[in-house]
């Protein structure tokens, strides 16, 4: 971890183990109190945690940054104390995990996990919120709906998340008021407000959705920092956005196109792979892997396997990018900058499948046209 000589010598930050928490309480207990000794001492709250030092939390940032973090993380735990309850909107992602475990820190037993199950699910990550809400020590409730019985949200322009957005809460507020609960939070950071395009983040805010990341200033570092603080399971997890992200803008989002994303993006999990989309261009796969994967993605015996895997789940075509995932890098307002890309770089396709289809170079050409909302 980077630090300097003096920080060393003039710092000492302690998170304190409450030794006599019972471990089916969940991965936290509550903060407390504790001074940072400095040239002036601080006081700062901390978080019980399963580390003992600022030096154990296993992040690659300065201390000052992990102070920082926590700090931001307290103060957001404070926040939700003053609620008689709160509903946490659970995805088991890293952000909605780390507000699950301040507000439990907060209210114990007074908060609760709730997950949307719809089309856009894979059901590999609501199994994950499962698990993660039990780690926790949360309740978790799943509430069901489906975004396909919304004409807006189906139709897939620019603003689909928000419509997403305004279902998915929705139904948290009325899981919310049948347990007598007033206030819904979410997992909105403070890097998601960035001005990128977001439709999402209107809903949110129309609904007056409490955002503590947000309120409080935790970016998707600090996120990251006060879940490794905790030993939360998921603090290295990547992100992951719902599956109609994997359709282009204007392309109608179907069941069956959601049905062989979810089952493409499982092969890729089952093969290794770590941070990928697999995007359908109406019968063309689209495959971004971490830019540290594709090496991993260019071997031959995997070019096969996943070409016959794809094709048996309907995709006619399957290509690589070689730009490899990057969040937010084909939203909506980057759109002039995705036509002008040209498709020798962008993609590739198997030399077997180029050779076969005289069609392919148009095929590969339209897949750099449409674009996506920000993940």
Request: aromatic residues 4%; hydrophobic residues 35%.
């Amino acid at each position: 971890m980077p630090s300097n000589e003096s920080a060393e010598n003039n710092t000492q930050i302690n998170i304190d183990i409450d030794t006599d928490t019972d471990t089916d309480t969940g991965a936290a207990s509550s903060f407390q109190s504790h001074v940072v000794s400095r040239d002036n001492d601080v006081d700062m709250d901390m978080l019980a945690s399963s580390v003992d030092t600022i030096e154990d939390i296993d992040i690659d940032v300065s201390s000052a940054k992990i102070e920082t973090a926590l700090n931001r993380a307290a103060a957001a735990r404070d926040s939700l104390a003053d609620c008689d309850g709160v509903l946490v909107a659970f995805s088991g992602g890293v952000d909605s995990a780390v507000v699950a475990t301040l507000a439990y820190d907060a209210l114990g037993s007074n908060a609760i996990a709730c997950t949307a199950k719809s089309e856009t699910l894979p059901a590999a990550e609501l199994e994950d919120a499962h698990q993660v809400a039990a780690e926790i020590g949360l309740p978790h409730k799943i509430v069901s709906f489906s975004e396909l019985n919304d004409e807006n949200f189906v139709e897939n322009g620019s603003d689909r998340c928000y419509h997403c957005r305004t279902m998915r809460l929705g139904r948290m507020y009325d899981a919310a008021h049948e347990h007598g609960i007033e206030t819904v939070c979410d997992g909105t950071n403070a890097s998601d407000a960035d001005g990128g395009h977001r439709p999402g983040l209107d809903a949110v805010d129309e609904l007056n959705i409490t955002s503590p990341l947000r309120e409080h200033g935790l970016d998707k570092e600090d996120v990251r920092i006060v879940a490794a603080a905790y030993g939360l399971s998921v603090a290295e997890k990547p992100s992951m956005a719902c599956l109609s992200s994997r359709i282009p803008t204007g392309l109608e989002v179907t069941e069956d196109r959601l049905n062989r994303v979810e089952a493409a993006e499982a092969a890729l999990r089952t093969w290794g792979f770590s941070q990928f989309r697999v995007r359908d261009h109406d019968g063309l796969a689209r495959i971004e892997v971490g830019s540290d994967e594709l090496t991993d993605a260019l071997d031959i015996d995997f070019v096969t396997a996943v070409r016959e895997r794809l094709q048996e789940l309907g995709f006619e075509h399957v290509t690589l990018d070689l730009h490899g995932y990057e969040t937010g890098s084909v939203s909506p307002e980057n759109d002039q900058k995705s036509t002008e890309t040209t498709s020798a770089d962008r993609s590739i396709e198997t030399t077997e499948e180029r050779s076969n289809n005289k069609n392919t170079e148009s095929s590969i050409s339209a897949i750099v046209e449409p674009s996506y909302p920000t993940e």
